[in-house]
């Protein structure tokens, strides 16, 4: 068996400072949190089986008209107003809102949530905030090697 000593935090503590010592920890373990392709695949098999069953129609949260994401996955008063209060700070216009709501929904599938949870909907805003930061700072590096910036 393989074995590591580690510095960290060993046992409860006595006192209310958290004490440091050398930890052994199992190299053997198998790690619980992995998830195979195969767990993945059906995650994403049972989420278009409940979004077909939602829309009665073979069609995705990407592809269903928004009217219908809105009758049939509505978002409470507060997520509402979470959304609406980030996409005022982040310039955001209403098609990228929109894309969130589908994201969310999609999210919330792969979950095997019935509705949006506040977690599903804060996924897609991080997500979206972080894609766009990735592209905001690609295209500065593109104008800066054009000397545009």
């Given at each position: 068996m393989s074995k590591i000593r580690l510095f960290g935090t060993c046992g409860a503590s006595s006192n209310r400072k958290e004490r440091r010592s050398l930890c052994t920890g199992n190299l053997d373990q198998t790690i619980k949190t992995q998830v195979s392709s195969i767990d993945i695949r059906k995650r994403v098999e049972d989420a278009r089986q409940r979004q077909y069953q939602r829309y009665h129609s073979e069609i995705t949260n990407a592809k269903v008209p928004f009217e219908i994401i809105t009758e049939t996955s509505s978002l409470t008063t507060e997520q509402q107003r979470m959304l609406t209060n980030v996409a005022a700070k982040q310039n955001w216009s209403n098609r990228v809102q929109i894309k969130i709501i589908r994201l969310a929904r999609t999210i919330a599938d792969l979950a095997g949530d019935e509705k949006i949870s506040d977690?599903?909907?804060?996924?897609?805003?991080t997500l979206r905030r972080r894609g766009s930061s990735k592209t905001k700072s690609y295209c500065e590096g593109d104008m800066k090697e054009r000397g545009d910036g």
């Open positions: 977690i599903a909907l804060w996924e897609a805003v």
